[in-house]
């Protein structure tokens, strides 16, 4: 029981140690930072985040092969990493970025893109920064 006191000590101990954990991780944990960025994909600056009751929204996302999702926008600041498969990400005036498993890509706020798959289904975790009762995302 003791044993179990002092690993759960610890544990909280690391979660409220913040900064100091990402800089100086304890032996045996790993950190690798996959995305820190003030612009999204397309060099876009983000803005500020949207006023009112912030709300984190994760969302897996399983996207068959051969897929072309429908244009749309993001009203607030989002990521996506790819657990699987590869994705394009392109906009109306033909840019575009593709985006393989392991890699994050920040996603554009206000601009009209969509994504497009290949020969295999993707798989995605996208983080979204939004507001209480904020769509995640808008189709014009």
């Known amino acids: 029981m003791r044993g179990t006191l002092a690993a759960l000590a610890a544990v909280f101990g690391l979660a409220f140690s913040g900064a100091a954990f990402a800089q100086q991780p304890p032996a045996g944990i790993k950190i690798e930072t996959l995305l820190k960025s ?19 929204s994760v969302l897996k996302i399983e996207i068959p092969a051969h897929s072309v999702l429908p244009w749309h926008t993001h009203p607030m600041p989002n990521a996506g990493y790819v657990l ?3 994705i394009t990400v392109e906009k109306k005036d033909g840019e575009k970025q593709t985006v393989r498993a392991g890699q994050v890509l920040p996603e554009t706020v206000g601009s009209v893109h969509r994504g497009v798959t290949g020969d295999s289904p993707v798989t995605l975790i996208v983080f979204y920064a939004g507001a209480d009762g904020m769509p995640l995302s808008q189709h014009p």
């Open 84 to 86: 699987a498969g590869e």
């Open 38 to 56: 003030d612009n999204s994909w397309d060099g876009t600056r983000y803005q500020s985040y949207p006023s009112g009751q912030p709300q984190l």
